[in-house]
């Protein structure tokens, strides 16, 4: 009996092993899995058979308190970061500008003057914004700001004039399959990336990629370059979610009037 004991202990030890290999989590998906996977699930389409980004979206990515991997500190919760390698590539002098922008956060941040955030911060910036689209173009509306943005989709290009410096740029998208991809140039230098101070110049250029996980799942991606401030390109990337709580909708955040607020409504006489 006593060997019989000893025998089913032996079992159940060599059995712990696989046991507890067969309760780790599964590794998480790779971009190619995903890939995959948006190919066999039904997604919108528009009538001519491109996706339909329709929609109000939102990420749960911590990426607008800081793009890098961030322990919490007390103005931002931690965060595993969206840059590809983890590292922005910064230029010596552009790192110095970065961390100058770091100290004073809480006062340069363009998004406390509410300043148009700016891509792609708009996009990942936590507050969520509407897609509204034809065969012709994409309207983005952003809850905050009620900055909007068009991107073309006619074939038509970038204007010829250089020095344009807008807000958000100039966007020219085309179809790659069902990815949309996004070319953006003629930005201005007034926009910050995120929270932290991560920056840009003018000479910014974007590049952008949408596509499905699922009908209710965008996975986003947006390559920088820009020579003056970064040594190489880099890539960002985060998902995309479809509000469908019941009554969504967005709600006017100008907060540049919140200043002004005791003056309203008027009275009589003031």
């Avoid at 890098?68 to 002098?93: F, K, M, Q, T």
Wanted: net charge negative; hydrophobic share 35%.
């Amino acid at each position: 009996m006593k060997h019989l004991s000893l025998a089913v202990g032996a079992a159940l030890l060599a059995a712990l092993p696989a046991a507890a290999e067969a309760q780790q989590a599964p590794p998480a998906p790779t971009s190619a899995a995903l890939s995959s996977s948006a190919a066999t699930v039904a997604i919108p389409r528009l009538a001519s058979g491109k996706p339909d980004f329709s929609g109000i979206w939102q990420t749960l990515s911590e990426a607008d308190y800081d793009l890098e991997p961030h322990a919490g500190r007390r103005d931002a919760p931690p965060g595993a970061g969206v840059v590809e390698g983890n590292a922005i590539p910064y230029l010596p002098d552009a790192l110095a500008q970065r961390q100058a922008n770091f100290a004073s956060r809480q006062e340069d941040d363009p998004r406390l003057r509410c300043w148009v955030l700016g891509v792609p911060r708009g996009v990942y910036y936590p507050a969520p914004f509407q897609i509204f689209q034809r065969d012709a173009d994409l309207t983005l509306v952003h809850q905050f700001g009620n900055q909007v943005r068009t991107i073309h989709t006619n074939g038509s290009r970038h204007p010829e004039e250089e020095g344009q410096e807008f807000w958000l740029g100039d966007s020219r998208g085309h179809w790659d399959g069902d990815t949309l991809v996004v070319d953006v140039t003629d930005f201005g230098p007034e926009t910050w990336l995120d929270r932290s101070g991560n920056f840009h110049s003018e000479q910014l250029h974007v590049v952008e990629r949408w596509r499905f996980v699922d009908a209710d799942t965008i996975a986003y991606s947006a390559t920088l370059e820009d020579p003056k401030v970064f040594s190489r390109p880099w890539t960002i990337s985060v998902l995309l979610h479809r509000r469908r709580d019941p009554g969504v909708r967005l709600i006017e955040d100008y907060c540049f009037t919140l200043q002004y607020e005791q003056h309203y409504p008027h009275q009589e006489g003031n």
